[in-house]
């Protein structure tokens, strides 16, 4: 019988498969060692300096107001409430502005690809005009050049006795909840469940006729009459906080303050000149060919956008609009600039200076938005993907 011949391994540095991985091992002894002496320098030097190491200062007073919280905060709170303020403030930014600046650059998106020449020309001048001027100054027009020069409140402008616009801020209305609250969620939750139900079933009887019913008159019939007799019954759901000048300032109401106004116009604005740009792009990636298909077919303009152009302009749109969303939670730390109490402003800022943890801090402020945007990340991921076309 023949025997197959024995191969011995070569383990000898003339093997490029063993340099490589002797190349590697110490690429990675050299990386771990030159961390721990980062390490083992800067306890060194914290030790020498007598500044103690750790996150045990969160739970310290932190002895200073803040402009705006979403949740109640006194003068003092901890530095751990400071950081859960500072986080809602920040969530709150990102998201008006995501919202704003994705409605606004759809609109304007579709405007550059209007036939009306002047309606074309508008869009086009915005955004070559926001797009490239940066946002940092963009946040200062808007900051001190518009919203500054307002009014004081006892010239503010009114409306309806109820909105209050001023250098102070925004003025409006706040609710907040009555006997009728629990009625009024439910009857709420009734209908979104009726109106679910007659969404499927006009769906399966658009796939067997092919036609379509009107899906909204019942449930909004059943809303109307389920939230007036819960208002009858059980009294208001929604007891509203009007605000009223006296002295000085309004009291009252809830205030959008000018830093939050000025941060969330000069973001929307300046973020969607390039999301226009994708919705453009994404919508002129599809043939030509189904734009035509589909007139021939007598849909109107609108269904054509809606049922053929946008599902398939939708795989070109998503990554690039998930880059811009992640643009604009990085572009809030923007907001120190003008005193707006985001994360950076307060935890990177405010609590560094006084309490001098600057390794513990920054990392705080680099993980959240770390986290913020894997979160944005992984959800738009997961739309893209429920989304994608399926060739078969």
């Not at 109401?253 to 226009?276: C, D, K, N, R």
């Not at 402020?365 to 979160?375: A, C, F, H, P, Q």
Request: aromatic share 10%; hydrophobic share 50%; proline share 4%.
């Amino acid at each position: 019988m023949l025997q197959r011949p024995t191969v011995k391994s070569d383990l000898s540095l003339t093997n490029p498969a063993v340099r490589a991985w002797l190349y590697q091992i110490i690429l990675v002894i050299a990386v771990l060692a030159f961390a721990g002496y980062l390490v083992s320098n800067t306890v060194t030097n914290l030790a020498q300096r007598g500044i103690t190491s750790g996150f045990a200062f969160l739970n310290n007073s932190a002895g200073f107001g803040i402009i705006q919280h979403l949740i109640d905060y006194q003068q003092g709170d901890t530095y751990a409430r400071v950081f859960v303020v500072g986080l809602l403030n920040t969530l709150l930014v990102s998201a008006i502005c995501i919202v704003c600046a994705s409605l606004l650059g759809f609109v304007v998106g579709l405007a550059r690809l209007s036939d009306n020449w002047l309606l074309r020309k508008l869009s086009t001048f915005y955004i070559e005009t926001f797009r490239n001027i940066p946002p940092l100054l963009q946040i200062f027009f808007w900051y001190f050049a518009v919203l500054r020069n307002l009014p004081g409140p006892r010239q503010a402008v009114n409306a309806l006795d109820t909105f209050f616009l001023s250098n102070r801020g925004l003025y409006i209305p706040s609710a907040e909840l009555g006997s009728g609250a629990l009625s009024a969620v439910l009857s709420l939750v009734a209908t979104l469940m009726v109106a679910i139900l007659i969404s499927r079933r006009s769906k399966r009887y658009q796939a067997l006729t092919g036609q379509q019913r009107k899906t909204w008159p019942i449930p909004l019939t059943m809303l109307i009459v389920l939230m007036g007799l819960s208002h009858l019954v059980f009294g208001p759901a929604l007891h509203w906080d009007v605000p009223e000048l006296k002295g000085f300032n309004f009291r009252g109401g809830m205030v959008l303050i000018p830093e939050l106004a000025a941060l969330a116009l000069a973001l929307s604005i300046y973020t969607s000149s390039f999301i226009a740009e994708i919705i453009r792009s994404g919508i002129q990636s599809v043939s030509h060919g189904q734009h035509e298909a589909a007139l021939s077919l007598g849909l109107p303009k609108s269904v054509t956008l809606k049922k053929v152009i946008l599902p398939q302009a939708l795989r070109v749109i998503i990554p690039p609009l998930t880059s811009q969303y992640l643009n604009i939670v990085k572009n809030s730390s923007l907001a120190a600039a003008i005193g707006y109490p985001d994360m950076v402003s307060l935890f990177a800022g405010t609590v560094l200076n006084q309490t001098g943890q600057a390794i513990e801090t920054i990392a705080i402020t680099m993980s959240v938005y770390l986290i913020i945007s894997l979160l944005i990340s992984l959800v738009m991921n997961v739309y893209n993907r429920k989304i994608a076309l399926i060739e078969r």
